[in-house]
């Protein structure tokens, strides 16, 4: 994929005439930086987000990136989750600049974060666990791939187009102990895009000190992950009495995700939304069923 576009190479790619480019740049449609000649070049992040944010679709710039044919065809056709296989190479190689090119291949033939992550982010990095598991993988290995996923993902950002803001705010946690963060980047970069303001705490957040942001930071949205909750009666009593108590008083609502959450504690749960996919983020982060 190239990195720099010329008004020319871009209303190439977008089917329309340069004048009209240039226009788009100079009422800001699009940003671009200008050579020393005084030449318009458009950097990939930019023109990614032009086109999320225009709702075009265009696999070809996708495409553009890859010499395979056969990959070419599915990035035309919309179909992603091609991308899952050398996303899960060029992270086992620590290669960041591949995975990120990656990714922003994946946003350009679908602009959908959701897709993306579930199509092309999370499929390697289950793979990548069951080698790990299988003793067919070693613990540097792994690190150094599912790092490499989340650095991707969190550069991914500035490739995205957020929507402005809605005035609403997030909080979002690991449960404490939990060191699987990944997805708190993915739910954090999706919650931008559709214009919520977003404070991330990350992995291991005592509960204590989640119920301290809370009340500090009066969020509408509370989102809590939690893979291996080591003392189950624990945690289901810290969400229970602590959590949901901080996030209801303030009118926000608890979300709390996990594998095999719904299975393992659903009913249990005093929350919102319990959850196994972040899939039901479309629906937990509909800002018409938030406090304003
Ligand atoms: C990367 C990784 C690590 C990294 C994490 C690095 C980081 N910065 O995040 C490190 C090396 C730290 C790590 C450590 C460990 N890991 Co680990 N890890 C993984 C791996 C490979 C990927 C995790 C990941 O990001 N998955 C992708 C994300 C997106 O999946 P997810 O978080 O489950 O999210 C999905 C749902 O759960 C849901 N979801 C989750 N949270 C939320 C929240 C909301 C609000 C919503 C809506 C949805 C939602 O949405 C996603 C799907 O759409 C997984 C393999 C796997 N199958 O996931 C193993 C895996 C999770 N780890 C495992 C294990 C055993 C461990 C260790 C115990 C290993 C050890 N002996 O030390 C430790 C535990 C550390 C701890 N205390 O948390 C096991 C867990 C098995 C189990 N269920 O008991 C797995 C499954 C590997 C395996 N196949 O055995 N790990």
Known sequence: ???????????????????????????????????????RRFPIQSVIRFVQENKMEVPEL????????DLQA??????????????KEAALAGDLAESLSILRAGLAAKPD????????????????????????????AEHLASRTIRDAVVR???????????????????????????????IASYLQAEGWAVLNLGQSTPVDSLVNAIRRRKP????????LPEHERRFVRAINQKVFPAAHRLGARLAVGGPEMRSRFGDRLRADFVSESILDLETI?????CRK
């Open 285 to 289: 982060a509909d800002p018409r069923h």
């Open 220 to 227: 509408q949205l509370v989102a809590v992950s939690a893979h």
């Open 113 to 140: 974060l959701l897709s993306l992550y579930s199509d092309v982010v999370f499929p390697p990095l289950v793979d990548i666990g069951h080698e790990w598991a299988a003793g067919n993988l070693t613990v540097d």
């Open 62 to 69: 996708a495409a553009q990136m890859f010499s395979s044919r």
């Open 74 to 87: 599915n990035l035309v056709a919309g179909n992603t989750d091609v991308l899952a296989p050398p996303l």
């Open 1 to 39: 994929m190239k990195r720099i576009y010329s008004s020319r190479d871009l209303a190439e790619l977008l089917s329309v005439n340069e004048s009209t480019v240039k226009r788009w740049s100079d009422t800001g449609y699009i940003s671009c930086v200008r050579t020393k000649g005084g030449h």
């Open 156 to 186: 991914l950002q500035s490739s995205v187009y957020r929507k402005p803001s809605n005035g609403l705010t997030a909080v979002l946690a690991c449960y404490e102990g939990e060191l699987h963060e990944i997805v708190l980047h993915c």
